[in-house]
C-alpha cells in the first residue's frame, strides 16, 4: 500500500506518473520533487525522464507514463478505503489517453469497496470525459477486460460512479470562478474542491450548492508562500452556513495571525513546517478543528483518515 501523510485520505494511488504546472497554485509542486528524487532512487522505470533540473528547481517535462503495475493494485486491497487518485500526477492531464482514464475507472469500478478521491486543475478535461456518454460504454469493456485477465466477475456499470469522487484544485478566488462552476456541472456522485494552497480568500457563492466537500490549508514545503488563517476562517464560515462539509487539513509553513507571523511547534519544539496538527493550534483557532467528511461516507473509512 501506497502510505501518505495526507490527512484527508488514507493511502495514495498512482497508475499515471508525470504532469506540468495549470496555474500559480503548482509553483512548488512538492509531487515534482518528490519525482525527481525518486527517480535517483531506484525507481527511473515510474519517474526517469519525467523532470528536469531548471535554475536548482525540479521541474516536470510535461511527459506522463502509464504504470501498468501500479493500475491493478487497489483491486488487491480488500479492507475499505480513501484512495488519493494520481498525488503524483494529474489524472485529466492534456496528454493523458481517454484509454487510461477508462482503465482507472474501470479499477474503480471493480472495487467498490473503497472510495477514490480525484483531483485536478483541468476541470474541464474531467467534466468533458465523465458528461461524454460514451464513457460508460468505454470503462464497461475494459472492466470485462480487466475482470476476464483477474478472474474476476465482472458487475453492473452504474453511472456516475457511486465510489468516483471528483474534485477541483483551486488556490484563490481567480480559479474558483474559473473551475467551481466547471465541477458543479460534471457528472459524478461526490464533487468537491481543494482549496490548497490557499494563497488568499475565496468565496464560494452560489457554487457551495454544486459541492458536498471542500478541503482547505496552507501551503507548506520550500518556497511556501504566506497563509492568512483568517482566509479559511471566512471560508470555513461559509461552509457551514451553507451547510458543506469542511476538512481544515493544515495551516502550512507561513501562517499569519491578525497581521503576525503564526509559529506552530511540533511535538518535538521545533517549528511545524505543515501546521497540520489541530492540537498545536493556539486556542483562539480550535474552532478551524475542522475534519468533516460527506455524508455517507463508511466509518471505518473516516476513522482511518481521522485517526492520523
Not at 62 to 83: C, E, F, Q, Y
Not at 154 to 166: A, H, R, Y
Amino acid at each position: 500500500m501506497s502510505q501518505t501523510s495526507i490527512s484527508w485520505t488514507n493511502c495514495v494511488w498512482n497508475p499515471i506518473t508525470g504532469c506540468s504546472p495549470a496555474s500559480v497554485g503548482c509553483r512548488n509542486c512538492y509531487a515534482s520533487r518528490l519525482a525527481g528524487r525518486l527517480a535517483l532512487m531506484g525507481q527511473a522505470v515510474k519517474y526517469g525522464g519525467l523532470t528536469n533540473k531548471i535554475n536548482g528547481k525540479i521541474v516536470w517535462t510535461g511527459d506522463v507514463r502509464l504504470s501498468a503495475d501500479t493500475l491493478l493494485t487497489p483491486l488487491s486491497w480488500r479492507k475499505p478505503k480513501l484512495i488519493f487518485v494520481n498525488s503524483m500526477s494529474d489524472w485529466a492531464h492534456e496528454r493523458v489517453p481517454k484509454a487510461w482514464r477508462d482503465q482507472i475507472l474501470a479499477v474503480a469500478a471493480l472495487a467498490p469497496q473503497h472510495v477514490f478521491q480525484a483531483l485536478t486543475k483541468r476541470a474541464g478535461i474531467a467534466r468533458d470525459y465523465l458528461n461524454d456518454p460514451n464513457t460508460p460504454g468505454r470503462v464497461e469493456a475494459e472492466m470485462r477486460n480487466i475482470a476476464t485477465r483477474q478472474g474476476m466477475e465482472t458487475p453492473t456499470l452504474v453511472w456516475p460512479l457511486p465510489n468516483w469522487w471528483s474534485g477541483v484544485s483551486v488556490e484563490n478566488q481567480e480559479a474558483a470562478d474559473e473551475r467551481l462552476p466547471i465541477v458543479g456541472k460534471t457528472c459524478a456522485a461526490i464533487r468537491f474542491a481543494s482549496v490548497e494552497p490557499m494563497l488568499g480568500p475565496v468565496q464560494l457563492g452560489k457554487n457551495a450548492d454544486c459541492l458536498e466537500w471542500l478541503i482547505c490549508g496552507g501551503e507548506s514545503g520550500p518556497g511556501a508562500r504566506p497563509f492568512a488563517v483568517e482566509w479559511a476562517d471566512a471560508l470555513v464560515k461559509e461552509c457551514q452556513q451553507q451547510g458543506l462539509a469542511v476538512f481544515v487539513k493544515q495551516l502550512g509553513k507561513r501562517p499569519t495571525f491578525n497581521g503576525a507571523d503564526l509559529v506552530i511547534l511540533n511535538e518535538s519544539g521545533r517549528r511545524d513546517g505543515h501546521g497540520g496538527e489541530p492540537g498545536a493550534w493556539p486556542a483562539e483557532l480550535q474552532h478551524l478543528n475542522m475534519r468533516e467528511f460527506p455524508s455517507g461516507v463508511a466509518q471505518q473509512q473516516k476513522g482511518a483518515a481521522d485517526g492520523r
